[in-house]
């Protein structure tokens, strides 16, 4: 009984932890949204990286410069950062933007629009089914 209980409370918080950040970007989805529905596309090119300090130590993130619909130069780190997110220098990406806010700025690929709200919510939900299931057997 004692591992039972102890494996709801580990499951149930590991659950409670990637919830809270897939809840708080999922407030960005309307952001995204607007983005797709009316951002303007452009393409990107990646022109250095950057070392920025995540949840995890330090992790290099690429730097997007690209020109506005002014002819501007804008440069932005995109958000979501991690194995499989990342661009070689002097790559092309996909860029939208709002037209008049070009900070707004993302690279325009499912998995830097989506993957930030998507993966979290997913070990969320693995985890509290998993704690669910074990309350359910014991």
């Known amino acids: 009984m004692p591992d039972t209980l102890l494996g709801i409370l580990l499951c149930g918080a590991a659950g409670a932890l990637l919830l809270w950040p897939a809840l708080r970007d999922a407030a960005q989805v309307r952001r995204l949204r ?5 951002g303007v596309r452009t393409s990107g090119v ?8 995540d949840g995890d130590g330090l992790t290099w993130a ?8 002014y002819g501007y130069r804008v440069e932005f780190t995109p ?8 661009f070689a220098t002097g790559r092309q990406v996909p860029v939208v933007c709002l037209a008049d806010d070009p900070q707004s700025a993302r690279v325009d690929m499912r998995r830097h629009l989506t993957g930030p709200v998507c993966f979290p919510l997913g070990g969320a939900v693995v985890f509290l ?3 669910v299931a074990i309350a359910v057997t014991a």
């Open 46 to 53: 990646v022109v250095d990286g950057v070392r920025v300090r």
């Open 62 to 69: 690429p730097i997007i410069a690209f020109a506005d619909q």
């Open 79 to 86: 958000k979501a950062r991690g194995t499989g997110l990342g």
């Open 129 to 131: 089914g998993a704690g």
């Open 34 to 38: 607007r983005l797709r529905r009316h």
